[in-house]
């Protein structure tokens, strides 16, 4: 699943358009857009808020460690190399209240140029500045990379961020974002292609079917908890092996066991049926 | 060259991360040189990168970022029991470099660190200080490329060009560099010397296709222990870890005897000789990480905390590996654990 947090409406909105999503009317704490694989929350400015939609998200739709975080949000910044609307990727984001630093693995979105992001708590003046150094300000991505660290794979969150101004606020205009975000979205579709296609092939052995016969023969046959492990190996080290485990389990599905003892020998008789590769 | 090593810059690296403090050294400005394209980010430490949470080994191991970082201690290592001390009482191992550019599917390193990434750190001199401090006037063994691969990494660092001239005043210290590298742009660069020792790890061409993903094929392997053997090298042969996987046992005579038709045994310092071993921590690591690996898979027993296979396995492997390799070789010069 992939999952986007925006800060505001106006950021969600073209990606909301872009990927067909529909609002799902059945939650109220934050405005949820759904897809058959994309999940859009507008978590509120902030970085509390941010991190507080992420894991909201998750909670709601998270399904394990192929699960991608995005946060695609405007920046401001006293540089001048990039044009207002330009796309950039975050290597590096520090928390400026804290001083924390946090490093999402960029595998993602080649060509596109990375950069470090200072996250505030309030909003960034060029007036503001007392130093020269090249700053690239936003309010959300600090946030974003603490809820991440429990429950994301480091290269699976990913911090956009599109340049709105050079640290003049009181500037923007509410259109020209729109279309910002609007110019960056084919970009963006191929970004998440390219997340879901490294993610896919590093999919781990798929012994979904195989774990649920496991619990219930442990039930039926009255195997001990080491024995499940045992069995568990078993199956696994099968499916490595090009085997095909789950037809010798199916075989014992439905039959009882009367005392530990029958379990035992059913547990052997099962081993057995597993390691023949005839199976 | 090995095949990694060709790749452009910014192939082989996905970014470069360096400590603020690891700016100001001629091993950060050779690799910031080398490699101008590739994205560049400051940090404070090393381990704020290399020990964060949710890493994923093998995804990384696919696109490994190097860490330029400074080492602040411990620069000596007592060697553990698992290695060969090859004789040696004092037998000290040094990590100038954490992590390898290789991907072997049998590797302690995927279990040691939480991170593929690779850690070079770039105050060569302090390393150097350290060994004189510890070693010198001592009979010391002590192995450079440990945690690692010094020859494979040396075409992005070449730790070595900083090392040989310490070594060369400290004949006590005997070195052990070991490698899978296949670089023969190596020993015309650098310099033999009586106390080092170029360790080859070598394995039949089937175990490499199959568990030495990105190292050089044992042709090439074979290539550069000829190459540093005729620049005058003392070279051991490595034949470690044996792995006996699906009847691959069966392998190595061949492989034996096709080795010894094309190195001249009498020109190795000796031959090293062991089966795949691991603690059992590590291998619990490696295999809770539930890849697809046959490794990690297989059945083993678990003797004094380090998962092998059965020892009476063992034996009837060796005994008739050690058989043929006692046909080129006398008994004294093959080391075995």
Partial sequence: MIFIVTALM??????????K?????????????????????????????????????????????????????????????????????????????TGMDYYPDVFFGEGIPQIPVQCYS???????????????????????????????????????????DYLEPEKLDKAKLKSYIEMNMTILDSIIKEMKHLNEGFIELNLEAEKDLIESLCLDLRFTQAMKVILTKEVKRAGI??????????????????????????????????????V | MNTLLKKSGKNLF??????????????????????????????????????????????????????????SKQFLYKSPEVCQDFGYSNFYYTSFILNCIFNCEYCYLQGMYPSANIVAFVNADEFIDEIQNTLAGKKAYLAVSYDTDLIGFHNVIPYWNFLQDFFAQHPDINVEIRTKSANEVFYSEIQPAENTVIAFSLAPQEIIKKFERH?????????????????????????????????????????FR???????????????????????????????????????????????????????????????HLKVLQEYLPKEKIFTL
């Fill in chain 1, 241 to 278: 092996n090009g085997l095909e485990p789950l037809s010798s389990l199916k075989e014992f599905n439905g039959i009882k066991a009367d005392s530990k003892e029958e379990g035992k020998k059913y547990f052997e008789y099962i081993i057995k049926k597993i390691r023949q590769k005839s």
């Fill in chain 1, 21 to 97: 999503l529909k609002k799902d009317m059945t939650i109220h704490p934050y405005s949820v857009y759904k897809g058959s694989d994309i999940a859009l929350i507008v978590s509120g400015v902030g970085k509390l808020k941010s991190a507080m939609a992420s894991v909201f998200l998750y909670n709601l739709y998270g399904s394990g460690k192929n699960d991608v975080l995005i946060n695609i949000g405007f920046c401001g910044t006293n540089s001048k190399r990039f044009n207002t609307g330009s796309l950039l990727i975050a290597n590096k984001i520090t928390d400026i209240d």
């Fill in chain 1, 122 to 164: 309030k909003v960034v003046k060029s007036t503001d500045l007392t130093e020269q150094k090249e700053l690239f300000c936003d309010m959300e991505s600090a946030g974003i990379m603490e809820a991440s660290k429990k429950f994301f794979f480091s290269h699976n969150v990913l911090v956009l961020k599109i340049i709105s």
């Fill in chain 1, 10 to 19: 106006l950021e969600a909105a073209p990606i909301i358009d872009y990927f």
């Fill in chain 2, 14 to 71: 996905n970014s470069i991360y360096i400590e603020e403090n690891a700016y100001d050294y001629p091993i950060t400005r050779m690799v910031l040189e080398k490699f101008p394209d590739v994205p560049v980010i400051t940090i404070r430490n090393y381990k704020d990168i290399f020990n964060r949470g949710n890493q994923c080994f093998q995804l990384q191991k696919h696109r490994q970022s190097l860490i330029l970082a400074v080492k």
């Fill in chain 2, 215 to 255: 190292t050089p094929p044992l042709a090439a392997r074979i290539k550069a222990v000829k190459s540093a053997i005729s620049r005058g090298f003392k070279v051991r042969l490595c034949l470690d870890p044996v792995i006996l996987n699906s009847g691959s046992e069966k392998l190595y005579e061949p492989f």
């Fill in chain 2, 258 to 320: 096709n080795l010894f038709a094309e190195i001249n045994p009498d020109k190795l310092k000796d031959v090293g000789y062991g089966f795949f071993r691991m603690s059992k921590d590590l291998f619990k690591r490696i295999e809770k990480q539930n890849r697809k690996s046959q490794i990690f898979a297989d059945d083993y027993t678990i003797k004094e905390g380090i998962v092998s296979y059965p020892p009476d396995l063992i034996k009837m492997v060796m005994d008739n």
